[in-house]
């Protein structure tokens, strides 16, 4: 089976822009999660999808939202972007919620300027 | 804020040796699953505990879990030079979210 993919792997912004981020699941996975990674926070979870509803939220700032599509994958975007938004994205998918083990794809690394 | 808290937060061994690290949380859990970060891999799952359970083996990882104590340990015996990674514990509590902790970074030398 193919793992979790994300692109892009990286990308540059400048303050004020907005930014998406894609995230395919592995085949059969319906439940997909975001999650920041910085040296100073280390990794936070932002949203769960499940089905296209989102199912859980973490304590993030409106300006990161979600979807999930109904092929399951799913985007994240991040409005007027901060120099604190620069971190590590990653999203898992699992077969059901968050109690089974996540698949965590490669991420993408945000750098804002 | 972090549920989790890795101790040592870094680790350094000879290949061969065994490496044991340890994850304390603050409320009750559902499960508590062990991951393994490295450049080349990103995070891996490594074992997923539940609350009912005390320990659970898969190679040559051992975690323990101390429902009492809010505490949770991960063995790596015979380690080697590609055990060298950050690995993070991670707490489910009401199924609302993935809690991680702060990570500890083992370096095994070989």
């Known amino acids: 089976k193919a793992g979790v993919t994300q692109t892009p792997r990286y990308l540059i912004k400048t303050r004020g822009q907005q930014v998406t981020l894609s995230c395919s699941p592995i085949s059969g996975h319906r439940s997909v999660s975001w999650y920041q990674q910085t040296p100073g926070q280390g990794l936070q979870f932002l949203f769960e999808?499940?089905?296209?509803?989102?199912?859980n939220k973490g304590n993030f700032p409106g300006r990161f939202s979600g979807r999930q599509f109904s092929n399951s994958r799913s985007e994240m975007n991040v409005s007027t972007l901060e120099l604190g938004d620069s971190a590590l994205y990653l999203c898992a998918s699992s077969l059901g919620t968050l109690s089974y083990e996540q698949y965590f794809g490669p991420g993408t690394r945000l750098t804002v300027t | 804020s972090q549920q989790g808290e890795e101790d040592p937060q870094a680790l350094s061994i000879q290949e061969g040796e065994n490496a044991t690290m340890n994850c304390s949380y603050k409320?009750?859990?559902?499960?508590l699953q062990w991951y393994r970060q490295n450049s080349g891999r990103g995070l891996v799952h490594l074992i997923l505990?539940?609350?009912?359970?005390r320990e659970k083996h898969s190679g040559r990882l051992r975690v323990t879990l101390d429902t009492s104590k809010k505490s949770s340990s991960l063995l790596i015996t015979a380690s080697r030079a590609a055990d060298t990674a950050s690995y993070f514990c991670?707490?489910?509590?009401?199924?609302?979210?993935?809690?991680f902790g702060t990570g500890t970074r083992l370096a095994v030398r070989p």
């Open positions: 409320t009750s859990i559902n499960n």
């Open positions: 999808y499940f089905s296209e509803t989102q199912r």
């Open positions: 505990i539940r609350s009912n359970e």
């Open positions: 991670a707490t489910e509590s009401s199924g609302d979210k993935l809690t």
